[in-house]
């Protein structure tokens, strides 16, 4: 099996190209040396390009979750409203709980989107005063991408003083976020996914105003404490020692995203892989979320004319990887994650050999 293309069609971690793993053979460096605060300093210049923001951009070496809950303990004292329509969205809303905080949902059902007018409705009727909303932007266990820029005006619309969490974990560098302009103030992403990065690393960006709401927190942890990555960031280092070798292949890989590919290819690239995978699975399959809605990096399917798990398995014999359905959805359904750095030729590959394995 060649990795020169991927094989490997899971909603992350997705396939890394051989060149960028290699980057984390590197030669060791220390990280308060001149040379590592080079490489930070052109990461940083980088994520802010890929943000698309002027403000802040961090790394921090966890995976995304860490960031999740850390965005919650920087500012949210008291009250946070968290939007769900999946197992992601959901998880979220047990974090928020388990720092203690007031939290109010809302809720989907799973395979549809957060509803901008539902959102509006309820910030109309609300009680409280919330520091911060969530959302998530995709929702991976369904396939359902949020219309981010909708629900983000809603609530601009409705509060100037409610802060913007985005868990964009499975679609940044994947589908358009444009932090300044649609006015994020924390969005979250882990490298495993959109950014085909081996997993372990989380990428984030943070507004003035989140920084403003950090300063007037007590406590807002150690590890994920944005004051301090904002005091080291801004002399090119990391508060903690980071995972070097994933700086290293994050460097090359925000490189190639920004000067060779380009975002605004990539994000096309995906659009062509959430509609090639639409296309070519309808014979067999329905789609399990919301059409309007469905991700450009990942697809839930139920079959039609086999189960699931004899699909994933034959799949298997042939020598490729899928997603399983997550969750409650296990049994019935099987993912496939069309993102990162798979080309519309592997997917093409893969969906031909798919359409014998399942019927
Ligand atoms: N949020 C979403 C939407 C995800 O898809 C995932 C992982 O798949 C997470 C959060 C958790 O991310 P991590 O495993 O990188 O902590």
């Given amino acids: 099996m060649t990795d020169r293309q ?41 994520l802010k390009s890929l943000f698309r923001t002027t403000q802040d951009a961090f790394v921090s070496t966890s995976s995304g979750t860490g960031v999740l809950e850390g965005a919650l303990l920087n500012v949210v004292p008291r009250r946070v409203l968290v939007t769900t329509c999946g197992a992601f969205s959901e998880r979220w809303k047990t974090i928020a709980e388990q720092t203690g905080v007031e939290v109010d949902h809302l809720d989907h059902p799973w395979g549809e989107a957060i509803d901008p007018e539902r959102l509006a409705t309820h910030f109309a009727g609300r009680r409280h005063h919330y520091d911060a909303v969530t959302i998530t932007h995709n929702e991976t266990s369904t396939g359902v991408m949020n ?36 006015g994020i103030d924390v969005c979250i992403a882990s490298t495993q996914k959109g950014l085909a990065l081996p997993p372990g690393l989380a990428v984030f960006a943070v507004s003035e105003r989140a920084l403003a709401a950090a300063k007037k927190k007590p406590y807002r942890g150690t590890y994920f404490d944005f004051l301090e990555y904002k005091r080291q960031g801004d002399n090119d280092g990391a508060p903690f020692t980071p995972s070097i070798p994933h700086y290293f292949a994050l460097e090359k890989q925000l490189d190639h995203i920004l000067r060779e590919e380009t975002l605004d290819e990539r994000w ?23 059409r309007t809605h469905a991700s450009v990096s990942v697809s839930a399917l139920r079959p039609t004319k086999r189960d699931a798990q004899t699909i994933l398995s034959e799949m298997r014999a042939r020598g490729f990887v899928l997603g399983g359905g997550y969750g409650r959805w296990k049994e019935e359904s099987f993912r496939i994650g069309h993102m990162g750095d798979i080309s519309l030729v592997a997917l093409s590959a893969m969906l031909d050999v798919l359409e014998e394995a399942a019927q």
């Fill in 6 to 46: 991927s094989r490997y069609f899971v909603p992350g971690p997705t396939w890394v190209r051989p060149e960028i793993l290699a980057e984390m053979t590197r030669p060791m460096m220390g990280h308060r040396s001149a040379e590592f605060r080079e490489v930070f300093r052109r990461v940083k210049g980088d």
């Fill in 268 to 290: 096309e690239r995906h659009r062509k892989m959430r509609d090639m995978t639409l296309e070519r699975t309808a014979g067999y399959a329905e789609l399990m979320s919301d």
């Fill in 147 to 182: 219309d981010l820029r909708a629900l983000v005006e809603v609530i601009h619309a409705e509060t100037s003083d409610t802060l913007i969490l985005v868990d964009a974990v499975s679609s940044l560098g994947s589908a358009p976020i444009l932090f300044d302009e649609w």
